[in-house]
């Protein structure tokens, strides 16, 4: 049986966001960690979703939405552990050579994303018009991580505020890595 792990972003999902539905509803859906809301720590995001792979020798398929996506992308250049794929879903773009400045109040991140090829099977889910990346952004991303482009059309950043509820068509997505990773694809 695959686990499957969700990443959360650094904001607490609405009710009805898709990610706390399918949480809600499958039985092998797990956060990872609990949402925790603002501020987005990476250090602590990553020790918590390496602890959660670590949890189990089960492969994981990780389902990470927005800065959930820039935590799986720092794990990977970190650790090693029993994940066989990624659905990584409209990652905010932070271009390679930037850092916040130390007056502004930002959330403690990193001082850049890992570019470097993901050691799994991967699936980017991009927008048309996410006020956090474009088009060309997400590409890069995909590019240098090694994932398939999902194209998803105009769909905002793929949450409640875009009117996202459940969100079919990315349970579709996910059930093809799932089914990729038992056939060793």
């Not at 099977?121 to 996410?130: C, E, F, K, P």
Request: aromatic content about 10%; charged content about 20%; proline content about 11%.
């Amino acid at each position: 049986m695959t686990r499957y792990l969700v990443v959360p972003g650094r904001g607490i999902p609405s009710p009805d966001h898709w990610s706390r539905g399918w949480v809600r509803d499958c039985p092998e859906c797990h956060w990872a960690p609990e949402p925790p809301g603002p501020p987005y720590v990476a250090a602590e995001r990553v020790a918590a979703l390496h602890a959660a792979i670590s949890a189990d020798s089960e492969p994981a398929i990780l389902v990470a939405h927005s800065a959930g996506c820039l935590t799986v992308a720092i794990w990977a250049s970190q650790h090693v552990g029993p994940v066989c794929a990624a659905l990584l879903v409209t990652p905010p773009y932070l271009d390679p050579d930037w850092t916040p400045d130390p007056r502004e109040a930002v959330d403690v991140f990193i001082g850049h994303v890992p570019r470097e090829p993901l050691p799994f099977r991967s699936i980017l889910v991009a927008s048309r018009n996410d006020p956090s990346a474009t088009f060309e952004q997400f590409e890069a991303y995909a590019r240098d991580w090694g994932s398939e482009l999902f194209d998803a059309g105009a769909v905002g950043h793929l949450d409640s505020k875009t009117g996202f509820g459940a969100w079919p068509e990315g349970l579709d997505l996910v059930r093809s890595l799932a089914i990729e990773a038992r056939h060793g694809a």
